[in-house]
């Protein structure tokens, strides 16, 4: 067997720790991100504001348009923002494994990645708070993706 | 060879009906996905609403904002909804193949799933039906995403 | 070890030279679409246009719903049309690579694939340019990553 067929195995083999722990962080996402219609959708309820006609639930249902109601939209933004940066980690972090980084560094990576979208959902649409909170949160996971993606380029190039 | 690069070789390996299953699947759902911009585009042109200034197609064009317009509104929520799901079940089903599922489930799940999602864009975009249409064949795609991820996390937690 | 192992291995190892531009192009679409968030975070500045009330930076900031500016519409639309086409392309070239195919084509298919992209980032965002100038780069990209998916569906149906 080639040296190169034996680091494709240790890069996504499921006993190597670094990929290991890239499954389970984006699986972890995943929730995170199902989740975070639900928020959507319970404002929804709430207010009774839906998107299409056949969508009312009574006749006190509101048709509006995409950011008609300010409690449906703070939700929906938190989630469209997951949208602009979740999948960008699920690519970059599986590309990630192939430069055999240090497992130390990449799974702490994938563990902040993961709390800063956590929170970042928390604090925009959950218990909103006061600025620069969520931008913290956003950059981390911007910088931590940004990070993995010139790592993996630099190795490839 | 060792037991872990044998477990890694069936779980990707192109002979493994699951993977094999997945990436079928998920390439009907790439075109599934691309079609519904085609929704998009063909609502644009029997209305002539357009989103940019350079895009006016005569002087009968109107510039409108999104959600300008139902009729290309409808089209654009099915997409919208499709970028909220559709990457998520990528990169699931991707890693619940490591999993090593019962092939029938997993198979069948893949399959529900695109079933589920073309059955959304047709209720919602193509011939518009009343609810619970489209809230059960959402529901169903969002359960079998999210009975993938729980699985996953628990396989590797 | 049998030839579908072989297969997997050559499929997606790093020393097969089509999976190495895959994960290459990849990188650079990753860190292409994470700078287009730059280019409406750049405007939202300039404008002082906010999403939020907690994110006014001064007394002058309007906070406006999605589409209430128009220089911060325009990036924020090709930020758009980046996750509506770029996670296609992620999966998409990622199981094409599993077909085998020719490296010269694949390589050229990543490559166009990815200049289009960041052309049309600059002619919908940077440098606003007439029609269809736009438009012959968005489907550029759209074709490729049809025939990828057409390619992945036929050599696994």
């Known amino acids: 067997m080639s040296a190169a067929g034996s680091a494709l195995q240790h890069a996504w083999s499921t006993d190597n720790p670094v990929f290991a722990a890239y499954v389970f962080y984006s699986g972890v996402l995943v929730l995170k991100m199902l989740g975070t219609t639900l ?13 299409n006609p056949e969508d009312r639930m009574d006749k006190n249902s509101k048709v509006l348009p995409t950011g008609g109601d300010p409690d449906v939209e703070r939700p929906r933004r938190a989630h469209m923002n997951d ?5 960008a980690f699920w ?8 430069t055999n980084p240090a497992p130390a560094l990449a799974v702490n990576l994938f563990r902040a990645y993961t709390a800063a979208r956590i929170m970042h959902t928390i604090v925009y649409a959950v218990v909103p708070l006061p600025q620069p909170s969520r931008i913290i949160v956003f950059v981390v996971g911007v910088t931590i993706t940004t990070y993995m993606a010139i790592s993996t380029i630099i190795h490839f190039a």
């Open 91 to 98: 690519v970059t972090g599986l590309l990630y494994c192939l």
């Open 83 to 87: 949208l602009e940066n979740i999948p």
């Open 39 to 51: 928020l959507v959708v319970r404002q929804r309820f709430a207010k009774k504001v839906v998107m």
